[in-house]
């Protein structure tokens, strides 16, 4: 089962960091993932919630903010004192550190709540230039963004869902991809198995204890996205 690194290493880092980033490049893991969205000047930058509040001394919408007025929030004073210093990073600073290794970079859009019109063209944009769109994975609670993923590019794409459903496989071979992300509670759910005897890719989100990681190894699952994929490394076969 692939290991991938949810936000960075973020059991031990503040999410969605360099830092938390930089030290998820040093694991021999399969990969990580992050979220993206649009500053108000069209920039793309990792951060997960539509608003700061949670993870900056800001307030506000990401969306409402400019870069320059991003760069200036401290994001990661929430987590430790230590870390006052990260600042929301974007996405070609991320690269900046994955740009020497071999791990597969899963990018969330963030398009579920604003629908951030221009961020699939610019996040593929950016790593055309970078050389990176073979590496990527294009993700969303969006499936429409999804759909338009698989109709317009060749980048490799997953659909997020929280829902249980009917028959999860086909839903998102409707959507055009064979992958599914799903929560910890719908891998151990009918839809789940029949996807993966269907021959879809499923990996599991929230993936935090030993006990249900082992699990879903033996269900089959073929990745789990982690908050602490150091501990995982260790501890799984």
């Known amino acids: 089962m692939k290991i991938y690194a949810n936000r960075g290493s973020s059991g031990n880092y503040p999410e969605n960091t360099l830092a938390a980033f930089r030290a998820a490049a040093e694991l021999p893991i399969a990969g990580i993932v992050m979220n993206v969205q649009l500053s108000k000047d069209g920039k793309v930058v990792v951060i997960h919630d539509e608003r700061l509040e949670r993870t900056t001394d800001g307030q506000g919408y990401v969306k409402d903010k400019t870069l320059t007025e991003l760069k200036d929030l401290n994001c990661g004073a929430w987590f430790s004192p230590d870390w006052e210093e990260e600042r929301i990073p974007t996405l070609d600073e991320v690269f900046d550190i994955f740009q020497g290794t071999d791990h597969r970079l899963n990018i969330e859009l963030k398009t579920d709540f604003f629908p951030y019109d221009q961020l699939i063209g610019k996040v593929i944009a950016i790593s055309d230039k970078r050389g990176m769109t073979e590496r990527l994975i294009l993700s969303s609670f969006n ?21 249980i459903l009917v028959d999860a496989y086909d839903y998102a071979r409707v959507i055009g991809t064979d992958r599914i992300h ?39 699952i073929h990745g789990l996205i982690t908050n602490h994929p150091e501990v995982m490394l260790k501890r799984l076969p």
């Open 182 to 220: 799903i929560s910890l509670s719908g891998a151990y759910r009918r839809t789940a198995t029949d996807a993966l005897r269907k021959g879809a890719i499923v990996y599991v989100y929230a993936g935090d204890d030993l006990q249900y990681a082992e699990e879903l190894q033996q269900i089959g």
């Open 143 to 163: 499936h429409e963004d999804v759909q338009k993923v698989c109709r317009e590019t060749h980048v490799e794409s997953a659909i997020l869902t929280s829902d």
